[in-house]
C-alpha cells in the first residue's frame, strides 16, 4: 500500500444555497489508506461538503478527481460504481431482513472477507433469523458499515457515524475504522462531532468553519491550535 497515493482531490468546492455560501473554494486531498476526519461547528458546511463529493449535489464550482478519474460531473450512483461508499447519519440498513442478508444487500464482484470476522464480533449470534430491525442502535451503525465495507470500497464517506454511541461503543467503532483501513487499504473521510473520536483515529484533520477549510494537519498539530478552542466554543 503506497499512503502517498492521492485517493480523492477536492478542488475548490463551492455551492451556495441562496445568500449562504455552504461552501466557499474548498480544497483538500486524501490519501491512501488515509483517515480524513472533517470537523466544525454545526452549519459550517460538512455535510454539503460529503454530498457534493459523493455527488448527491451539484457543485457551482470545483472539481472532484476520485481515483485519477474527473468525476465532477458524474452522479452519486456512478461514482460509487467506482468505489465511493457513502454512510448517512441515520443508519441505512433494512429492518426486515436478516443480519446477513443486510450485509449481502448491493454486494456485487467478490469481497475480500478475510478482515471481516473481527469486525463481525459486534454484530454478534443468530445473524440468520435476527431481522436488522431489532438490533441496538449501535450495531445497526456498525452493520451498516460493514455492509458498504463489503462493497470492497476504494474510500468510504461517513456522516456522523458515532452518533447515538456510548463512549465505549464510540471506542470500539474507531478501532474497527482503523483495523479495516490496516486490513484493505481503503481510505475513510468522516464528519464527525465527537472531536475526542476524530483525534484518536485521523491521519488528518481539517477544521471547517462558513464553508471554508480554516486549518488542516495532523492531530498532534491541531491538538492545542489556539484557532480550535475557539472555533468550537459553544459547541
Ligand atoms: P453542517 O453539516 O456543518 O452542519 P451543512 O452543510 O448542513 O452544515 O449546512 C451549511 C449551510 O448551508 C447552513 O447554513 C445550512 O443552513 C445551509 N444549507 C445546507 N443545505 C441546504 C439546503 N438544501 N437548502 C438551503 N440551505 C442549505
Do not use: Y
Not at 461552501?23 to 486524501?30: E, R, T
Not at 468510504?156 to 452518533?163: G, N
Not at 461503543?169 to 474507531?174: A, I, P, T
Amino acid at each position: 500500500v503506497n499512503r502517498d497515493e492521492v485517493i480523492l482531490e477536492a478542488e475548490g468546492l463551492s455551492r451556495s444555497f441562496g445568500s449562504v455560501k455552504a461552501l466557499d473554494d474548498v480544497s483538500f486531498v486524501v490519501r491512501r489508506a488515509q483517515i480524513h476526519g472533517i470537523v466544525g461547528p454545526n452549519g459550517s458546511g460538512k455535510t454539503t461538503l460529503l454530498n457534493s463529493l459523493s455527488g448527491l449535489i451539484k457543485l457551482d464550482a470545483g472539481t472532484v478527481v476520485f481515483n485519477g478519474k474527473d468525476v465532477s460531473s458524474s452522479g452519486a450512483v456512478q461514482r460509487a460504481r467506482l468505489g465511493m461508499a457513502r454512510t448517512f447519519q441515520a443508519p441505512r440498513i433494512f429492518s426486515d431482513l436478516s443480519v446477513w442478508e443486510n450485509l449481502d444487500v448491493g454486494r456485487g464482484g467478490a469481497a475480500k472477507d478475510g478482515w471481516l470476522g473481527e469486525g463481525l464480533d459486534m454484530v454478534r449470534e443468530e445473524w440468520d433469523s435476527t431481522p436488522g430491525g431489532v438490533l441496538p442502535h449501535a450495531q445497526q451503525r456498525f452493520l451498516e458499515v460493514i455492509r458498504v465495507l463489503r462493497q470492497d470500497p476504494t474510500i468510504l464517506v461517513l456522516d456522523e457515524p458515532a452518533a447515538g454511541l456510548s463512549q465505549l461503543e464510540r471506542k470500539e467503532f474507531g478501532n474497527l475504522l482503523q483495523s479495516v483501513v490496516a486490513a484493505t487499504g481503503a481510505s475513510v473521510v468522516i464528519v464527525e462531532h465527537d472531536l475526542e473520536l476524530v483525534w484518536q483515529i485521523a491521519d488528518v484533520i481539517s477544521v471547517v468553519d462558513s464553508g471554508q477549510v480554516r486549518l488542516s494537519g495532523t492531530p498532534d498539530e491541531l491538538r492545542n491550535h489556539p484557532a480550535i478552542n475557539h472555533l468550537f466554543a459553544g459547541v
